[in-house]
């Protein structure tokens, strides 16, 4: 796998091995760890294949502005 386009290395990533090995119980403890009091998480909201996928969590990386300069989408 590609590191994303700001650096990270997708494969140590907590929510992208949650979501291409499909585990759901895993994404509903990431959706409970990252909500704040400001900003609630549902498990749907942990899924993500890499920035460089055509999939999209808007409420995770949809305002990344380092992804939409790299897809040319600014």
Same mark, same amino acid.
């Given at each position: 796998?590609?590191?994303a386009y700001c650096g990270l290395?997708?494969?140590e990533c907590p929510?992208?091995?949650? !979501?291409? #090995?499909?585990?759901?119980?895993k994404q509903a403890e990431l959706a409970h760890q990252y909500s704040t009091d400001t900003c609630t998480?549902?498990?749907?909201d942990?899924?993500?294949l890499g920035c460089r996928?055509? !999939?999209l #969590?808007?409420?995770?990386?949809?305002?990344?502005?380092?992804r939409k300069k790299e897809m040319g989408n600014e």
């Open positions: 796998m590609k590191p290395n997708c494969d929510v992208y091995l949650a !979501s291409v #090995s499909r585990d759901t119980e998480f549902a498990a749907e942990m899924f993500c996928s055509d !999939s #969590s808007e409420k995770m990386c949809g305002d990344c502005d380092i």
